[in-house]
């Protein structure tokens, strides 16, 4: 286990899981909120592990992830708009850090800025 600032230990635990993720919309169609699938919980800052499957359930207007900065846990920085799902795997080397992403939707002026965070 690897000693975080807080004083608490985290370490990955079965690495490989997918993470099933869907977005909660206003009444103008603009995400509010990531909440996971399964019991609708918050899913505005998720921990995964390096090769877990990260999965957003789309539904209405097509919607983007677009990881902020310069590095990305995924393959790709922008998973341009798509209508179905979005999904990507954690790629290894990117342990220990955070990355802020944008949800986007389509044909509209609205951002969510939620975050995943790697763990160690």
């Known amino acids: 286990?690897?000693?975080l600032a807080s004083g608490v230990a985290v370490a990955c635990e079965n690495p490989g899981k997918t993470h099933n993720l869907k977005f909660k919309v206003k009444?103008?169609?603009c995400v509010e909120k990531v909440k996971k699938e399964k019991d609708d919980g918050d899913a505005d800052t998720i921990n995964v592990c390096e090769t877990d499957k990260v999965v957003w359930k789309v539904s209405g207007r097509a919607k983007s992830i677009v990881i902020d900065g310069d590095s990305t846990p995924f393959a790709w920085q922008d998973s341009g708009f798509k209508d179905k799902t979005i999904e990507g795997t954690v790629k290894p080397g990117t342990a220990g850090q955070e990355f802020k992403y944008s949800v986007k939707v389509d044909?509209?002026?609205c951002v969510l800025d939620p975050k995943i965070?790697?763990?160690?």
């Open 1 to 3: 286990a690897v000693q």
């Open 27 to 29: 009444n103008d169609e």
């Open 107 to 109: 044909g509209l002026d």
């Open 117 to 120: 965070i790697v763990q160690p």
